[in-house]
């Protein structure tokens, strides 16, 4: 996870400083990408303590469509409490777009599940594209998240809101676009999110993994995480763990928590920060 911490670096020494959205302000960088070999173990950041059970959760929430938070919540995960209704909607964020994306006629797009029926038939095609960037379902960015989920809208703009899959050398690789980018928070997460999600849908197509290629737009640091960083960049990696994944199921929708086991992960200990919504 070298990538990383020189990530951090690098938008410490060239970063800009900058309002944002959230009054937090930031110093950020526009443009930037990390390759992570998945055949060198899982990229679950080491140089500080992350939790690998939110994230599997959250990424099997969305490969069942759902877009709100009580599954979430029934399971202990809090990190899309903030942008929820009182009912716990966050209207049509990720789970909806990337499997139930809506056509003018009403009928839906399951853009994961074309995804593999395409790796499977046609693995050179250069159209293996999710997108979770729905210009027409966008929050506006002057009301507050539960009042853009009211009138129909997502909470939060999609984050990671494109990838696409590539297949050489019987390895599937995958890049992501990620238009806005929490470098200390969100970052690490939306890395091992990803990469869980390669070597799913490997065991679903029979390739092997290959590359995860994460490609950032505003990414930043927020002003309150970094000394937060700093930290981080005193610490040195340690190896990277391995993920098990304890059975094959009959599809990419039918995986369930239990599945996923993550091996020999050291960590050097977690850092505190807050998250700015
Ligand atoms: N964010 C992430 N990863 C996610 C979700 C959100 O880093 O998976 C961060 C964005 O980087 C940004 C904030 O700091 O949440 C969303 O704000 P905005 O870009 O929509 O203004």
């Not at 980018?181 to 690490?188: E, H, I, S």
């Amino acid at each position: 996870m070298r990538a990383y911490l020189d990530l951090l670096q690098h938008i410490l020494d060239n970063g800009t400083d900058k309002g944002d959205r959230t009054g937090t302000g930031t110093r950020s960088v526009f443009g930037y990408q990390m390759r992570f070999d998945l055949q060198e173990g899982f990229p679950l950041l080491t140089t500080k303590k992350l939790h690998l059970r939110s994230i599997i959760h959250e990424l099997l929430w969305f490969l069942s469509g759902d877009t709100n938070i009580k599954y979430l919540k029934d399971n202990g995960v809090r990190i899309w409490d903030e942008w929820a209704t009182e009912e716990g909607d966050l209207g049509p964020l990720y789970g909806k777009q990337w499997v139930a994306w809506e056509k003018p006629n009403g009928e839906t797009i399951n853009q994961i599940a074309e995804v593999i029926e395409t790796l499977k038939n046609n693995p050179n095609s250069r159209r293996m594209i999710v997108s979770a960037w729905n210009p027409a379902d966008l929050p506006d960015e002057s009301i507050s998240p539960q009042e853009n989920v009211k009138q129909g809208r997502m909470a939060l703009a999609t984050c990671h809101a494109f990838f696409q899959f590539y297949v050489a050398n019987n390895r599937l690789s995958c890049q992501l676009y990620q238009r806005s980018a929490d470098t200390f928070l969100g970052v690490p997460f939306n890395i091992a999110s990803y990469s869980l999600l390669v070597h799913m849908i490997a065991q679903q197509t029979g390739y092997e993994v290959g590359d995860f290629i994460w490609t950032g737009g505003d990414v930043h640091l927020y002003n309150n995480t970094i000394e937060q960083a700093k930290i981080q960049l005193q610490r040195e990696p340690l190896p990277l763990p391995k993920l098990k994944i304890g059975r094959k199921p009959e599809s990419i929708f039918d995986y369930r928590f239990e599945d996923f086991e993550i091996v020999d992960y050291q960590s050097h200990p977690h850092i505190k920060a807050e998250v700015s919504v």
